[in-house]
């Protein structure tokens, strides 16, 4: 069974930093794109960014390029979100979520039950 | 960047009825590149229809999916209670951002 797991998330003032985790199982991450996308009542549902690692692409909307960035657990099958440098627009439950194809043409086929990531001093 | 414009906001109707949901691109979409996600309240979004009209694993047939242009349609035939969500509409493919479109709420009237 495909199932996708996020852990990591909380309250942390602006300017700080949390990471994420996405931990998968049923699958490989080698064999699929993983996304993470973020949703509020503000923004709507909002793509952050995917991984590709058979490809070596990651990619990361304009609104958290140069904050975000993505590491591996290669024992673990899963992977990481770091947040950086965080504001309270970043405030959002966080989804990491499986894509159809490796090469991350981007059709979200399973998703995780989301993370809650809360901007705020 | 596309702009996905989904309408109406709520759609109010009996089960039973069909529920017409549209989602207008402001630019072409490369390959009819674009899906349709429910979302039920505390969960995530289940995907439901990709390139335009194939149905995702698990998708009943009364939910169908069409493209004329840039004006995408979902279409859920004969609505069960289950069916009463919020829609989302969402481009892909090429180069990212991934653009989801504002929503639809499917409520029972």
């Known amino acids: 069974e495909v199932q996708l797991v996020e852990s990591g998330g909380g309250l942390v003032q602006p300017g700080g930093s949390l990471r994420l985790s996405c931990a998968a199982s049923g699958f490989s991450i080698d064999d699929h794109a993983i996304h993470w996308v973020r949703q509020s009542p503000e923004m709507g549902l909002e793509w952050v960014a995917e991984?590709?690692?058979?490809?070596?692409?990651?990619n990361f909307a304009d609104s958290v390029k140069g904050r975000f960035t993505v590491s591996r657990d290669y024992v673990q099958n899963s992977l990481h979100l770091q947040l950086s440098s965080l504001r309270p627009e970043d405030t959002a439950l966080y989804y990491c979520?499986?894509?159809?194809?490796?090469?991350?043409?981007?059709?979200?086929?399973?998703w995780g039950q989301g993370i809650k990531v809360t901007v705020s001093s | 960047e596309i702009v996905l414009t989904q309408s109406p906001g709520t759609l109010s109707l009996s089960p039973g009825e069909t529920a017409t949901l549209s989602c207008r691109a402001s630019?072409?979409?490369?390959?009819?590149?674009l899906a349709w996600y429910q979302q039920k309240l505390g969960q995530p979004p289940r995907l439901l229809i990709y390139g335009a009209s194939s149905r995702a694993a698990g998708t009943p047939r009364r939910f169908s999916g069409s493209a004329s242009g840039t004006d995408f349609t979902l279409t859920i035939r004969g609505l069960e209670p289950e069916d009463f969500a919020v829609y989302f509409c969402?481009?892909?493919?090429?180069?990212?951002?991934?653009?989801f479109g504002q929503g639809t709420k499917l409520e029972i009237k």
């Open positions: 979520a499986r894509d159809m194809s490796q090469e991350g043409l981007g059709v979200l086929d399973f």
């Open positions: 969402q481009q892909y493919g090429g180069s990212p951002p991934h653009i």
């Open positions: 630019h072409r979409i490369t390959n009819t590149y």
């Open positions: 991984i590709t690692w058979s490809l070596s692409r990651i």
